[in-house]
């Protein structure tokens, strides 16, 4: 391995390097290790790469229902809702066909719902793809945010587009003292044969592990990486071999923010697979700990090439420093997303899905016990009634879904505090993007953390056909 970046180095990651050149330099940082529990102004948030998207494959005359398409990119969002009424914009930065520099693809207002959920109304939108854009009026609604307390991080989904990690990224971490976190991958496309583009091979790539991070100023060391493969049929996770066990990064100031970038001389290699390759990850910690990461693949074929997490990615929260209370977890009010990954038809993804949920209740409705029996590690919840938690029905009944979901998250890890690798999640046919026409259930692994003395549950799994994630913070 060579040696480590120069402080000042930006990412080198080929979609980005251009940008990043042109981006300002270093500066003498300090610590983000706590915030505000309040929004004084806009944030900046990093978003990875995600798969999924419902563009269509050629112009059309008008588009009504399809926002953006940013989602093959890594973007910056702004959310100020520190203002009545809020606002946000979605912006990538690019020098490829049609778009050269940053552009802003989605912008429009936002209000806050009960339980602090933000609804986004797209008012214009614009697709570099066929260098169109578009006003809106009306605006364009079903798009739905999920901030953190403190505004560290949260999720974001715009109407066409999955659902999306965001991090805060505006000044540079800093830990002087090692961190521990654990994560889980960003799923893609499920694919059984040789990786390509925004896919992901379950039995063979990562699904979750953890990482210790420590910095000397902009420059950061990620040591001890501990990446598994999902467990099958009951047997333990599947542990794999990172050749590179403490790779370097430094972080510097982006068109995303102030991002961690991990040099392209790392390689990652997974047994059962010769190819090797040297990813650029893009990794954002928020200042209370929330990290993401995008793998670098960059739309090139996949490989074996990622850092932290396969499929397109990595989301993940400070270990705890001691057992969790399970029962204290999930007796506690969620929102969140529900991914489903589809499957990889050759040509691209097909079938995936991203659906805004709500989990716990504060009276919990008799139909729950219809779902599976409950258990002391068990916590119930579901999609809204026709995917509109706006419903003044919704908002009255203090903004919770339907009860259509559960999670067990079973028993908590003796060796790692705030995993659990036995989850089960078990899906009815009443869960809109449940397909099968059947009671679905699955096996997952699921990492609990707290962020500014909220939880944060994420949780991945596969069932006989697609990965599903779940990324779901504690609601106000």
Request: positive net charge.
């Given at each position: 391995?060579?040696?480590?970046?120069?402080?000042?180095?930006?990412?080198?990651?080929?979609?980005?390097?251009?940008?990043?050149?042109?981006?300002?330099?270093?500066?003498?940082?300090?610590?983000?290790?706590?915030?505000?529990?309040?929004?004084?102004?806009?944030?900046?948030?990093?978003?990875?790469?995600?798969?999924?998207?419902?563009?269509?494959?050629?112009?059309?005359?008008?588009?009504?229902?399809?926002?953006?398409?940013?989602?093959?990119?890594?973007?910056?969002?702004?959310?100020?809702?520190?203002?009545?009424?809020?606002?946000?914009?979605?912006?990538?930065?690019?020098?490829?066909?049609?778009?050269?520099?940053?552009?802003?693809?989605?912008?429009?207002?936002?209000?806050?719902?009960?339980?602090?959920?933000?609804?986004?109304?797209?008012?214009?939108?614009?697709?570099?793809?066929?260098?169109?854009?578009?006003?809106?009026?009306?605006?364009?609604?079903?798009?739905?945010?999920?901030?953190?307390?403190?505004?560290?991080?949260?999720?974001?989904?715009?109407?066409?587009?999955?659902?999306?990690?965001?991090v805060a990224t505006s000044s540079c971490p800093s830990y002087a003292t090692a961190q521990t976190f654990q994560f889980i991958t960003l799923p893609a496309a499920v694919i059984s044969t040789t990786p390509e583009s925004d896919t992901w091979n379950p039995a063979t790539q990562t699904a979750f592990g953890s990482v210790s991070v420590v910095s000397s100023g902009t420059d950061f060391t990620f040591n001890s990486i501990q990446q598994f493969t999902l467990p099958v049929n009951g047997a333990a996770p599947g542990k794999l071999t990172a050749n590179a066990t403490s790779p370097t990064g430094a972080c510097s100031s982006t068109p995303y923010g102030y991002v961690i970038s991990s040099p392209a001389d790392v390689v990652i290699t997974n047994p059962g697979d010769s190819q090797s390759a040297t990813p650029a990850a893009a990794i954002g910690i928020g200042p209370t700990g929330l990290l993401v990461e995008n793998n670098g693949n960059n739309g090139t074929k996949q490989s074996t090439s990622y850092f932290l997490g396969a499929g397109t990615g990595a989301i993940g929260v400070p270990q705890p420093t001691s057992p969790l209370t399970t029962s204290d977890v999930v007796g506690k009010q969620y929102l969140g997303f529900v991914y489903g990954s589809g499957v990889y038809n050759g040509s691209g993804p097909t079938g995936w899905s991203s659906t805004l949920a709500s989990f716990g209740f504060a009276t919990q409705p008799s139909t729950c016990a219809s779902v599976v029996p409950s258990t002391p590690t068990l916590i119930y919840g579901g999609d809204f009634p026709s995917k509109n938690p706006a419903d003044p029905n919704v908002q009255t009944n203090g903004g919770y879904g339907n009860c259509n979901l559960a999670i067990d998250l079973g028993t908590q890890s003796s060796t790692s505090n705030g995993l659990y690798p036995s989850a089960t999640v078990t899906m009815t046919t009443g869960f809109s993007a449940n397909t099968t026409n059947k009671t679905n259930t699955f096996s997952a692994v699921a990492v609990v953390g707290q962020l500014q003395g909220k939880y944060v549950i994420l949780l991945i799994g596969k069932d006989a056909t697609q990965a599903w994630s779940m990324y779901l913070m504690q609601s106000n």
């Open positions: 391995m060579q040696g480590k970046l120069n402080s000042c180095k930006p990412l080198l990651s080929t979609l980005i390097s251009v940008a990043f050149a042109a981006s300002l330099g270093c500066n003498g940082l300090p610590s983000t290790n706590s915030s505000s529990t309040t929004q004084s102004g806009p944030q900046t948030y990093m978003a990875p790469i995600v798969a999924g998207s419902s563009l269509p494959a050629s112009p059309p005359t008008s588009y009504p229902g399809i926002i953006g398409g940013a989602t093959k990119y890594l973007a910056a969002y702004t959310i100020d809702d520190a203002v009545t009424p809020g606002t946000f914009s979605q912006s990538t930065t690019s020098f490829s066909g049609t778009q050269q520099g940053t552009s802003i693809h989605d912008s429009g207002s936002l209000t806050v719902l009960a339980r602090g959920l933000r609804s986004l109304a797209t008012t214009y939108a614009y697709n570099p793809n066929y260098g169109k854009s578009m006003a809106y009026s009306p605006a364009q609604t079903g798009s739905y945010a999920v901030e953190l307390a403190g505004q560290s991080g949260g999720v974001v989904q715009l109407l066409g587009q999955a659902a999306t990690p965001i």
